[in-house]
C-alpha cells in the first residue's frame, strides 16, 4: 500500500470479441506444458503474477444464443475471472486425489486468490480522492490494456449485480479451498504445472471431466446473463468502499492490539466507524476523562482482569462496550455480558443490535426461556451473549462440556455487588469461578456503583481496581424533617446543614391527606422536568399517585394532553379493552404508578412515556432503582423504608443515583423524608460506608454448594474430594472462608456435601478406585443428577419432580394441556399461594371429565375442594403443597385457553403482576424441565410435548403473533399493532422503514421503530447463519471416512 496519498488502482481489459472455436477453452494440454520450466522461468513468472490485477487470455469463441449487452467488448467466456475459474477446475482434477503433503507447504487458497484478481486494489490514507492505473504485464495473450483516466467508474463495466454474485461465490468458494490442496495458483496460460505420474496424466481429460467443466462455464454464464438482465439494483461504491475502509481499519487495530505499541488507533484499537456509530445512535461524540483513563490503563493492555465502581450515571457500561467491540472485532471471539434482570438484558439486546447489523457480529439473548445451550458456532461472525446471572451460568457450563470455553475472550459482569444477594449471588459466584479455573485466556471485567469489600472480590478475580467519584450531572442530597429541607454536607458537624423552609399554601383538607407536603416538593419540579418517588410498598405507591393528582391544578391536565389521550388508548388496546382505574384518573395529570403489580406491556408503554416526557411522575418500589434507566431531575424517597425494613446504604445509593440527567439536567437532587423517630438512624446512614458483600455459598445450601459440586464432577472440571477442596479454595468463599466459617471447616462442608448427594441419588462414587485415601476417591454423576444439573433444577426438588414426572407417565392424560402444565407449574411458588375455595370449586366444576381426572390422578379428590369451599371438616389428608399447585396450573390453563390476563385475573381475584409473574416463571420452569427430560431416556415422551408447551407459555399469544414477539422489544401489544399494519412476519419487520414504522404504529418513537428493526435483522441474521451452517455440516466431507482401497485386479 503506497503512502504518498489516497490511490485506487485499477485495470481493465477490454478487446473485440473474436469468434474462434470453444475447442481452444477445452483442448487437452500437451506433454510440453504440463512439463515444469527452468526456475528461472518460475520465479519470473511468480513475480509477474503478483503485480498483475488482470490475466491474459488466448483468443476464444463462444456461440452465444442471447442478446450480446456487452456490445463489441469482453463475452462472457472471454472474462478472466471464467478463464480462472475453468483452470481452477483443471487443475484440481489434476492433482492426485493422495497428495495431502501440498497441503502444508502453501496457506493461501485457491479459489480466494483466483477471485481476489478480478478485485480492485483500494489503498486510503485521509481521503478517496486519485485514481490511478497500475502497469499490466501481458503472459501470452495478444490483447491489449486500456488505462482509465481518474474520476472514471471505479467497477468497471461490471454491472453491480454482478459484483454481488462474485463476492457470493467467493465466500462459496472458500469451503472449496479448505478440503483442497493448496497450492498458490498463477495466471492463466503462465501456469508451471507439475510433473504427474502416468497414472494420474491419462486421467486428467476425461469426457465426463469436460462435460463437468462445461456445465459450471454454462452455470456461470446463465448466471451472469440473468444478472444482467436484471433490474440493476441499488449499489452503492460510497458503501463499498467504506466497507474496505472498515475492514483495513479492523486489520490494522488488530495488529495494535497484537503489539505493544501505545498507539490507540482512530477509536481506542477500533475502526472510525465505530466512534461514527455512537455519534450516530447514541449522540456520544466524546469520552468522559475517566472512561479515557480507564481505556488506557495498563492493566487494561495487558488484558488483566479489572473491576471499576463509580457512581450511577457515571458512565460505566460504556467503557464495557468498547472493552467488548475490541473483543469481538479485533481479537475475534465471543463475549458474555451478564445483567442482573430480564428487563435490562431486553434493553441491552435492542440497543446493541444495531452495532451488530452495522460492525458484523451477532447480539443473542439469553433470559427467561429463550437461549441454545450449547450456543450455535458461528462460522464467521462472533457473538456476543447478553445473559442473566442464571442463563449466563447455564451457557458457561455448555461451553466447559463442549471444550469451547476458550472461544469466550471476555465476560462482562454489571451489578457486580450482587455476588452477596442470596441464591443469584451464589450462581454468579458459580459462574466465575468455573471460567477462572477452566480458562487462561478469559479476561473478566466487573463494574458496580456500590462496591465496598473490593479487596476480597480483587482476590477471587485476580484483578485490578479502579474508581472515581465523578458524576456527570452534580448531585445535590437533602433530608426533609417536618417543613426543614436539610443538604447533606459531610464537612459539618452532623452531616447536613439547614437548606431552606418549605414555602407551599397548604389547607386544612391537604394537611390531613399529605402530612409529609410531597404536593408541594413534586409541582417545584413537574411537568416541565420529571420526579421519581419511590414508596416503601405497592400499594402505597398507587395511594400516593392518586392523592398527589387530587391536589394538582387543572393546568396540569392541558400540558401535552392529546399524547396523554394516546397513552391512555394505547393501555385499553394492549389490554383487550381494559384499564386500570388508578391510571385512567392519575395519567391525564402525567403521573402514574409503576411497580411489581403491572404487565410487561403496560410496564413498557408507561416506560416509553416517562422517557419521551410525556408523563412527569412516577411512584414507584425500589425495584425501579436496579432496573431500567429511567432518571429524573428529582428523586424523592417517601420513607427510609423498603417494605418495613430500614434502607441499607447500597439501596439509598441506587435510588437517589437516578437524579440528574446527562445531556438534560445540569444538577440532579435527592429528597428523602423521614419523621424525628427516625433521624438519628438516617444521618447514619448517610455518612456510613457501602455494606460489604459475602459469599452466599453456603448460606443456600441446594442452590449454592451441593449444585457448584454437582456441575464439577459433571463437567469433569473436578471429580475426587481433593480437587474439589481445591476448586473450593479459589472461590470468593475462599477468601472469605476464615470470616464466613465459625463451627466447621471448609473440608468438612465439602465432605458433607457430597455425601448428601451421594444418598440423594445424584452421586455415585467410583468402585475401581483401589486408594485407601478417602480424598482421591472418585466421583460420577449419576442420570438423575446429570439431568438436574442440566435442567438447572433445584436440588431440593430434583426429586420431586421425578416422581411427579414418573407418575404422569402412568397416566398422562393429553386431552387438554392441563396435566402438563401442572407438571411445568413452578414449585418455589406454591408456598405463596393462597386459594380462594369457592374460586377453586367454581373453576373444578367447569372442567371436563377428563380433566376433573388430572385432579384426582395428582391427588386432589372433588369432595376434598368441595368441602373446603362449603367450610366442612375434613378428615383425610391432603398435601397442601400439590393442592396450591394445582390451583396455580388452572390459572395457567385459563390463561393459555383466554390469552388474557385481565379476565383471568377477575376470574381468580389476582393482582394481574403476580399473574404475569406466574407465567415467566412456568415458562422458564417449563424450559428447565425439558432439559432435565433430555438427559433421561424413560421420558422421552415428554420432550416434543414440553418444546410446544414452553413456547405456547412464553409468548401466550395467538400464534400469528409469535414470529412477532421473537424479536426483543416486541410485546404483546406492540405486536397486535405491527400485525394490524401488515408487519406480519419477522422478514417483514426486518425490511421494514423506521420512517414509515413512526406514522403507521401508535406511539412509537424514532428511536423504538430504529431498535425493532435493528432486532429483527439481527434474529433474521441469526437464523440464516443457523441454517447455512446446518447446510455445510451436512456436505462437510466427514475426516473419519474409509479410503477405498483398489485392488490390482480391479485395476487390470
Known sequence: MDEGGSRIRRRVSFRKRNRTSLESILA?????????????????????????????????EHQDSEEDMFGDYDGFTENSFLAQVDDLEQKY???????????????????????????????????????????????????????????????????????????????????????????????????????????????????????????????????????????TPMFSRTKQLKETLLSEEINAAKK????????????????????????????????????????????????????????????????????????????????????????????????????????????????????????????????????????????????????????????????LHMIGEGSRGAILEMTLAKILYTSKTTHIIGMSATLNNVEDLQEFLQAEYYTSQFRPVELKEYLKINDAIYEVDSRAENGITFSRLLNYKYSETLKKMDPDHLVALVTEVIPNYSCLVFCPTKKNCENVAEMICKFLSKEYPKHREKEKYEVLKNLKNISSGNLCPVLKRTIPFGVAYHHSGLTNDERKLLEEAYSSGVLCLFTCTSTLAAGVNLPARRVILRAPYVAKEFLKRNQYKQMIGRAGRAGIDSVGESILILQEKDKQQVLELISSPLENCYSHLIQEFTKGIQTLFLSLIGLKIATNLGDIYNFMSGTFFGVQQKMLLKEKSLWEITVESLRYLTEKGLLQKDTVSKSEEEFQHNFHITKLGRASFKGTIDLAYCDILYRDLKKGLEGLILESLLHLIYLTTPYDMVAHCDPDWMIYFRQFSQL????????????????????????????????????????????????????????????????????????????????????????????????????????????????????????????????????????????????????????TIDHLSRRQAKQIVSSAKMLLHEKAEALQEEVEELLRLPSDVPDIVVSPTEKA
Open 256 to 415: 495494535t492490539i497484537e503489539s505493544s505499541s501505545g498507539d490507540l488507533g482512530p477509536f481506542y484499537s477500533l475502526p472510525s466507524k465505530v466512534r461514527d456509530i455512537y455519534a450516530r445512535f447514541k449522540g456520544i461524540e466524546k469520552l468522559y476523562e475517566w472512561q479515557h483513563t480507564c481505556l488506557t490503563l495498563k492493566s487494561v493492555q495487558e488484558r488483566k482482569n479489572l473491576i471499576y465502581s463509580l457512581p450511577t450515571s457515571g458512565g460505566k457500561t460504556l467503557v464495557a462496550e468498547i472493552l467488548m467491540l475490541q473483543e469481538l472485532l479485533c481479537r475475534r471471539k465471543d463475549v458474555l455480558m451478564i445483567l442482573p434482570y430480564v428487563a435490562i438484558v431486553q434493553e441491552k439486546i435492542s440497543g446493541l443490535s444495531s452495532f451488530g447489523i452495522e460492525l458484523g457480529f451477532f447480539v443473542e439473548e439469553y433470559a427467561g426461556s429463550k437461549g441454545r445451550f450449547p450456543p450455535i458456532k458461528r462460522r464467521e461472525k462472533k457473538s456476543l451473549y447478553i445473559a442473566t446471572i442464571e442463563k449466563g451460568h447455564s451457557l458457561v457450563n455448555s461451553l466447559i462440556e463442549t471444550g469451547r470455553i476458550s472461544s469466550l475472550g471476555l465476560v462482562v459482569v454489571d451489578e
Open 848 to 999: 371436563s371429565l377428563a380433566e376433573q381426572n388430572v385432579a384426582a390422578l395428582v391427588g386432589v379428590p372433588e369432595s376434598f375442594i368441595w368441602k373446603k369451599a362449603s367450610g366442612q371438616a375434613i378428615k383425610k389428608k391432603v398435601d397442601k403443597d400439590i393442592v396450591n399447585r394445582l390451583y396455580l396450573s388452572f390459572v395457567l390453563y385459563t390463561l393459555l385457553k383466554e390469552t388474557n390476563i385481565w379476565s383471568v385475573s377477575e376470574k381468580f381475584n389476582m393482582p394481574r403482576g403476580y399473574i404475569q409473574n406466574l407465567l415467566t416463571g412456568a415458562a422458564s420452569f417449563s424450559s428447565c424441565v425439558l432439559h432435565f427430560c433430555e438427559e433421561l431416556e424413560e421420558f422421552w415422551v415428554y420432550r416434543a410435548l414440553l418444546l410446544e408447551l414452553t413456547k405456547k407459555l412464553t409468548y401466550c399469544v395467538k400464534a400469528e403473533l409469535i414470529p412477532l414477539m421473537e424479536v426483543t422489544g416486541v410485546l404483546e401489544g406492540r405486536a397486535k399493532q405491527l400485525y394490524s399494519a401488515g408487519y406480519k412476519s419477522l422478514k417483514h419487520l426486518a425490511n421494514a422503514n423506521p420512517e414509515v414504522l413512526i406514522r
Open 93 to 231: 482434477m489434476q492433482l492426485p486425489e493422495d497428495s495431502k503433503h501440498a497441503t502444508d507447504l502453501v496457506t493461501e487458497d485457491l479459489c480466494s486468490e483466483s477471485i481476489k484478481n478480478i478485485k480492485f486494489n483500494i489503498t486510503t490514507v485521509d481521503s478517496f480522492t486519485e485514481l490511478k492505473t497500475d502497469e499490466h504485464i501481458n503472459c501470452q495473450s495478444g490483447h491489449q490494456d486500456v488505462t482509465i483516466q481518474p474520476g472514471a467508474d471505479i467497477l468497471y463495466d461490471v454491472p453491480s449485480s454482478q459484483v454481488l454474485f462474485y463476492e457470493n461465490l467467493q465466500n462459496s468458494s472458500n469451503d472449496l479451498g479448505n478440503w483442497s490442496t493448496k497450492e498458490k495458483e498463477l495466471p492463466h496460460n503462465c501456469i508451471e504445472q507439475p510433473q504427474q505420474s502416468d497414472e494420474t496424466s491419462s486421467k486428467i481429460r476425461t469426457s465426463p471431466d469436460v462435460n463437468r467443466r462445461k456445465s459450471l462455464k454454462d452455470h456461470l454464464k446463465s448466471a451472469m446473463t440473468g444478472n444482467a438482465k436484471a433490474q
Open 28 to 60: 487437452v494440454p500437451s506433454t510440453a506444458e504440463l512439463k515444469p520450466g527452468n526456475e528461472e522461468e518460475e520465479e519470473e513468472v511468480e513475480a509477474g503474477s503478483r503485480r498483475r490485477k488482470t490475466v491474459g487470455l488466448l483468443p476464444v
